[in-house]
């Protein structure tokens, strides 16, 4: 506020109270980071212990990569699914191999590589996929025989 017959200042050549640095403080260890700037000799009394050392600062955490997902297991789970729409057992059986391929990968990659729930959904669909064509196979062959040998007794 100003008082009556006071000069009217300059706003801009008043020191901002919100721009002005950190004042010392004689507080230990420090809390942020610290310039060098901010470090206030203290004296000591007679028989009393040195002041603590003032800690660094902890550095940030590292980058660490994350773990990357197994393209083997990916393309096993693909195959998978494919061999039920598109051709029935020869890409469940390629999808076995990149699975085995992919699970062997994941054991030697001590965590950094993943996709072990992908493997073994691949292995179940790639699974059922061959023992359900093995099956419609063998009665398709049955009725086949069965055919056949009802045509040679009549």
């Known amino acids: 506020m100003t008082q009556p017959g006071d000069q ?9 109270s919100s721009q002005t640095p ?18 206030v000799d203290v004296p000591q009394e007679a028989g009393a212990p040195p002041p603590a050392a003032p800690q660094a600062p902890v550095p940030p955490p590292a980058y660490t990569p994350m773990p990357q997902t197994s393209n083997s297991a990916i ?3 693909v195959l ?3 061999a039920w729409v ?15 391929k992919a699970d062997k990968e994941i054991l030697s ?3 950094w590589v993943t996709g072990g ?4 959904a691949a292995k179940i669909v790639s699974w059922i996929n061959i023992g359900l064509y093995a099956a419609l196979i063998a009665i398709g062959l049955l009725v086949v025989i069965l055919a ?6 009549s």
Do not use: K, Y
């Open 75 to 77: 393309i096993a789970l």
């Open 86 to 100: 598109v051709c029935p057992i020869i890409p469940a059986i390629i999808a076995l191999v990149f699975a085995n």
């Open 8 to 16: 009217p200042a300059d706003e801009s050549s008043q020191p901002d």
């Open 109 to 111: 990659s001590n965590g």
């Open 22 to 39: 950190p004042q010392p403080t004689t507080q230990w260890p420090s809390t942020g980071a610290t310039t060098g700037a901010e470090h």
């Open 80 to 82: 998978s699914i494919v």
């Open 117 to 120: 729930g992908l493997v073994t």
């Open 148 to 153: 056949a040998v009802g045509g040679a007794l």
